[in-house]
């Protein structure tokens, strides 16, 4: 079992930065080899921000790639999203996520998932 909580969200203005963390608690280093973000936007289907693996593998969306950063502090079992040059667009709830397998992220089929935390972008 893993339980994941984020922290980190708020509101801020365009151009504006924000770091959101994630805190794994789990039993298993495989439960959380892969740990990541997505986000979902009022109306929208929820989409893949960046994951990272346990050896330091990323992957970002597109719309975030020079903007986001994803890092991972493993003895913390943490991981943290650094956003930079933040645009209205990127308002939503922010959702961390961890499995096994990066494909499972890429489907967005993740096992495990957190509360969310909600990021506000103004114009």
């Known amino acids: 079992q893993v339980q994941l909580v984020e922290s980190g969200g708020g509101l801020v203005q365009a151009g504006g930065s924000l770091r959101l963390s994630c805190a794994a608690s789990s039993e298993t280093i495989s439960s959380i080899n892969v740990m990541g973000w997505y986000r979902q936007a009022p109306g929208k289907q929820r989409e893949l921000v960046a994951f990272?693996?346990?050896?330091?593998?990323?992957e970002y969306a597109d719309s975030v790639k020079g903007r986001f950063t994803i890092s991972r502090d493993n003895a913390k079992n943490t991981v943290y999203l650094q956003m930079n040059s933040l645009k209205p667009e990127d308002t939503a709830v922010y959702y961390c996520s961890s499995d096994s397998y990066p494909s499972s992220m890429r489907r967005g089929s993740a096992q495990y998932w957190g509360q969310g935390t909600r990021v506000t972008v103004s114009s």
């Open positions: 990272i693996t346990y050896g330091n593998f990323k």
